[in-house]
């Protein structure tokens, strides 16, 4: 039987959804494959385990350690290799986010392996991919060797979770040493609402958010939404924003349901980081903005007379 | 721009298809006797966007390595960096040598003067081929290969919506909940 290590993220203790996605990929991959889920850290490993296999993996391999508490790639590499080494899998998925970003070509590279990176849909042995920013795709699948991937977050659906399901959870010593980077310290940036890069809806505001004062009624859009705010680049630059709000290439890529950009022209740097989102409402005073051209909904006209009476609305709507 | 030697590999004769553990793979070869310090690797290309060689490349010269680093110091042996972890900034100590990977922030990137650029002329710029790295073609074949590429379907014209804008808003919160069902 096929055997797939499906790779969960566990930040500040809680599990990521994007955990429970590369159990679905895995599935996807071969259905009928044996999905062991890897679950690496220093607390909530067993609880985090077994959320792993009611979101559909068969059984759950835990590495707890002190120096698993924040990602490193030198503790990570070798808690993910005692993993890989026991089990011997055919396949893994992680997800593409900043911990899967740096710890899957190291485990790549010492697997001898290919990796394809940031896929956003499966179809068989080929994986989709985008590139160029988001403007054309590839479908890759690898020669020979493991099938190895990392998953774009919100684009492959979890399963439903079923809470009766269990399996069996098994934890591996590592003796972890000889660690080259130590991390002195975290500066949280990212707003304690809703993850950006998880969120199912996002309101983005752009320059002609105008000031940080700007960014006022789309914090408040946002919260009748139960949104995360995000910006453009060009927001950022100008001050009004703090830089980890930054949606685009070198910000975050985000596929939410819903988003909702605001005052942003929509560079081709800009669309990189969401162009893929379901659902795309453009609010813009300039008509031949280019944001325009990917959004499914548009409204030509001042932010700040438009998303305080698209606020009003929604609240209206919550009375009823 | 200011570099004082540059190297070229040049694969195109060699290779038809490559991938990330082909580029790892010659600049290894390169590296491999070169005594480097430090390696500043971009944080991803422009086109594939992987990220993937910078962190194989370390792993190959077994080196350690930091990924999208917005600040560096180096005091001796010992380097201070702060790194973007999606918009947390994390503050890493580790040592040299080091591979890391630059992020937008790190610094800003000054324009070739006219001077500057009449110098690089006469700067020394080496041409290879993985033939002069003692490679051949197999001990660098791709581990994955690209099936097809392709445009995304053309997204049909999105909905300019019309009239007073409280019309506009109560039109769109409709077409969210009942078109697009996404409230």
New interface residues.
């Given amino acids: 039987m096929t055997k797939l290590l499906a790779f969960a993220e566990l930040k500040d203790g809680e599990i990521r959804n994007v955990s429970f996605e590369t159990v679905a990929a895995a599935r996807q991959i071969d259905e009928s494959a044996e999905v062991v889920a890897v679950v690496l850290g220093n607390e909530n490993l067993e609880d985090a385990a077994n959320q792993m296999i009611q979101y559909g993996a068969d059984r759950a391999v835990t590495v707890s350690h002190d120096s698993l508490s924040n990602y490193t790639s030198d503790a990570y590499t070798q808690a993910a290799m005692a993993v890989i080494e026991q089990e011997d899998p055919d396949g893994l998925v992680m997800g593409h986010t900043s911990a899967g970003k740096d710890l899957s070509p190291r485990l790549a590279s010492k697997l001898d392996n290919g990796l394809i990176s940031d896929i956003t849909g499966i179809e068989g042995d080929q994986f989709l991919r985008p590139i160029y920013s988001g403007k054309a795709f590839e479908k890759k699948s690898i020669k020979d060797g493991k099938t190895f991937v990392t998953i774009r977050p919100n684009n492959i659906a979890p399963l439903e979770i079923d809470g009766s399901r269990s399996g069996e959870v098994s934890s591996l010593d590592v003796d972890i040493k000889d660690l080259r980077t130590i991390i002195k310290d975290v500066v949280r940036k990212a707003s304690d609402g809703v993850d950006l890069s998880e969120a199912n809806i996002i309101v983005a505001g752009g320059r002609g958010v105008k000031s940080e004062e700007g960014f006022e009624p789309l914090h408040e859009l946002a919260d009748v939404l139960g949104a995360a705010v995000g910006a453009s680049r060009g927001a950022c630059d100008a001050g009004y924003c703090d830089y980890s709000l930054q949606i685009g290439q070198t910000g975050k890529v985000v596929t939410p349901d819903l988003y909702i950009a605001c005052g942003i022209s929509g560079a081709i740097q800009h669309l990189a980081g969401m162009s893929n989102s379901k659902v795309i409402v453009a609010i813009n005073k300039d008509p031949e903005a280019n944001i325009f051209n990917v959004a499914d909904y548009g409204i030509v006209g001042d932010l700040f007379d438009v998303v305080p009476k698209l606020t009003e609305e929604l609240k209206a709507l919550q009375v009823k | 721009m200011g570099a004082d030697k540059a190297v070229l590999i040049n694969t195109e004769d060699d290779l038809e298809e490559g991938?990330?553990?082909t580029t790892?793979r010659i600049l290894e070869a390169y590296f491999e006797d070169k005594d480097v310090d430090l390696i500043l690797a971009g944080?991803v290309a422009?086109?594939?966007?992987?990220?993937?060689?910078?962190?194989?490349l370390?792993?190959?010269l077994d080196m350690?390595?930091?990924?999208?680093i917005t600040e560096l110091n180096i005091d001796g042996d010992t380097v201070?960096i702060v790194r973007?972890?999606?918009?947390?900034?994390?503050?890493?100590?580790?040592?040299l040598p080091l591979l890391v990977t630059c992020?937008?922030?790190l610094n800003e990137p000054r324009y070739p003067s006219l001077p500057g650029i009449m110098k690089a002329k006469k700067k020394p710029l080496e041409e290879l081929e993985i033939d002069d790295l003692d490679l051949d073609e197999d001990d660098v074949e791709?581990?994955?290969?690209?099936?097809?590429?392709?445009?995304?379907p053309e997204?049909e014209a999105?909905?300019?919506?019309e009239g007073e804008?409280?019309e506009?808003?109560?039109e769109?919160?409709s077409?969210?909940r009942t078109e697009?069902k996404?409230?």
């Fill in positions: 991938d990330q553990y790892a944080n422009i086109d594939e966007a992987s990220g993937q060689v910078g962190p194989r370390a792993d190959r350690p390595y930091v990924t999208t201070n973007d972890v999606e918009g947390d900034e994390e503050k890493v100590e580790t040592s992020q937008q922030g791709a581990k994955t290969e690209t099936v097809d590429v392709f445009l995304p997204k999105g909905k300019v919506l804008t409280d506009q808003v109560k769109l919160v077409l969210l697009a996404v409230l």
